[in-house]
């Protein structure tokens, strides 16, 4: 099975900074690729499917960016409340595995 | 607008079957269009992606839980369904289902279920 990692498993930045998570396959994977964020005690939001497209909805700060087997997602002035944790998830294959979550904090 | 719920026992003995089920509104479950997920997340944990349903009935499972997963769909009540056979503590979790449309665009809340005897 295609394995996700992600890293870092957590940062801290301050507000206005530009944050950058990375997520790498160990086999291409084309642009199926979905990023979500799950704010604590909240159900996971779907933010950018097909590697780089902004679900609606999404603020534009959000961008991601990657093909075939490393991938981006990014930030471009952090606010308060995007304090969540990030994962990355592939979407091709008999396994929809996740990352294993990236911890923003401020 | 879909929207999803999961309902079930929330407490689950070892070696006995959990059953869950998802019940889907909005017109979005009889196009056939889309497939339908169980994702679970162990307490203070990572997201765990269990397997998806298509309207048809055909079904994809995670490889490590696939001898003890089963998913199934009824198309008349706008449900589908999750079995997990002979759960362990291991298999405590919250429970979510979930569209898939390119990612997993829509989500239920959540249901714990708890494998304690």
């Known amino acids: 099975d295609i394995q996700m990692t992600q890293s870092p498993s957590s940062l801290s930045a301050s507000v206005g900074d530009r944050v950058t998570i990375t997520c790498r396959a160990s086999q291409g994977i084309r642009n199926y690729l979905a990023w979500y964020q799950q704010k604590p005690g909240k159900v996971p939001k779907l933010l950018i499917y097909?590697?780089?497209t902004l679900q609606s909805g999404v603020p534009s700060r959000f961008s991601g960016s990657g093909s075939g087997t490393d991938f981006t997602l990014t930030i471009s002035s952090l606010q308060p409340e995007d304090v969540a944790t990030y994962y990355c998830q592939k979407y091709i294959g008999a396994s929809w595995a996740f990352g294993q979550g990236t911890k923003v904090e401020i | 607008q879909v929207q999803l719920q999961e309902s079930g026992p929330g407490l689950v003995k070892p070696s006995q079957t959990l059953s869950l089920t998802c019940t889907v509104s909005g017109d979005s479950f009889s196009s056939g269009a889309y497939y339908w997920s169980w994702i679970r997340q162990h307490p203070g944990k990572g997201l765990e992606w269990i397997g998806f349903?298509?309207?048809?009935?055909?079904?994809y499972y995670e490889s490590s839980l696939k001898s003890r997963v089963t998913i199934s769909i009824d198309t008349s009540k706008n449900q589908f369904s999750l079995k997990l056979t002979s759960v362990t503590a291991a298999d405590t979790a919250v429970y979510y289902c979930?569209?898939?449309?390119?990612?997993?665009?829509?989500w239920g809340q959540g249901i714990l279920v708890t494998v304690s005897s």
């Open positions: 979930a569209r898939v449309n390119s990612g997993l665009d829509a």
């Open positions: 349903i298509h309207y048809s009935g055909s079904t």
């Open positions: 097909a590697a780089s």
